[in-house]
T-cell receptor
Framework: GENVEQHPSTLSVQEGDSAVIKCTYS??????FPWYKQELGKRPQLIID?????GEKKDQRIAVTLNKTAKHFSLHITETQPEDSAVYFC??????????????FGQGTTLQVKP | DAGVTQSPTHLIKTRGQHVTLRCSPI?????VSWYQQVLGQGPQFIFQ???????GRGNFPDRFSARQFPNYSSELNVNALLLGDSALYLC???????????????FGPGTRLTVT
């Protein structure tokens, strides 16, 4: 069935370092890959997304890369700041004729940025 | 510009009772999705509605039902509550029209349901 695996489950970095979170998906029909940031007790916040016709997308300090052949996608955060500390979720959605709102989420990565 | 709103914020129910959760999407958005998030896990898809029609259903029992109203707001109903239904219930809205329904989903703050 559909599945998204996310690694690592926890990540601790020093302020100013880079952080990378990786996800793999099982459904080759997936064509949309959003990333969400969820701070403790708050809603998941869409921070960046990528569609299957694009290999990389950047927005200031965050970037996402997609390798459709390997069914991998990754989130890169550069120059990390303490306010980047949160749980990050990757997700994948099926395209084609399956036009539903179904996002399949990974298990989450708890990122801690140490000052 | 209001985001997605949900009510109530918190709810405590007893096993066997039923519950109704409410969601209002971002103005102009026509699609609403519901997700269940158990502590420490990613959200799990329950339903999606667009233009008052169910467009997707996740792997949840028939005790879970939903509907969407003409103003695009939505209700999630859960009957015969079980302890395992305790979770954060999230509503997400997306534009819906002129693009696949799963693009750009924005979440509300959620309703924290505790079943005792």
């Amino acid at each position: 069935g559909e599945n998204v695996e996310q690694h690592p489950s926890t990540l601790s970095v020093q302020e100013g370092d880079s952080a990378v979170i990786k996800c793999t998906y099982s459904d080759s029909a997936s064509n949309y890959f959003p990333w969400y940031k969820q701070e403790l007790g708050k809603r998941p916040q869409l921070i960046i997304d990528i569609r299957s016709n694009v290999g990389e997308k950047k927005d200031q300090r965050i970037a996402v890369t997609l390798n459709k052949t390997a069914k991998h996608f990754s989130l890169h955060i550069t120059e990390t700041q303490p306010e980047d500390s949160a749980v990050y979720f990757c997700a994948a959605a099926q395209g084609g004729s399956s036009n539903t709102g179904k996002l399949i989420f990974g298990q989450g990565t708890t990122l801690q940025v140490k000052p | 510009d209001a985001g997605v709103t949900q009510s109530p914020t918190h709810l405590i129910k007893t096993r066997g009772q039923h519950v109704t959760l409410r969601c209002s999407p971002i103005s102009g958005h026509k699609s609403v999705s519901w997700y269940q998030q158990v502590l420490g896990q990613g959200p799990q898809f329950i339903f999606q509605y667009y233009e008052k029609e169910e467009r997707g259903r996740g792997n949840f029992p028939d005790r879970f039902s939903a509907r969407q109203f003409p103003n695009y707001s939505s209700e999630l109903n859960v009957n015969a509550l079980l302890l395992g239904d305790s979770a954060l219930y999230l509503c997400a809205s997306s534009p819906g029209h002129l693009r696949p329904l799963h693009y750009e989903q924005y979440f509300g703050p959620g309703t924290r349901l505790t079943v005792t």
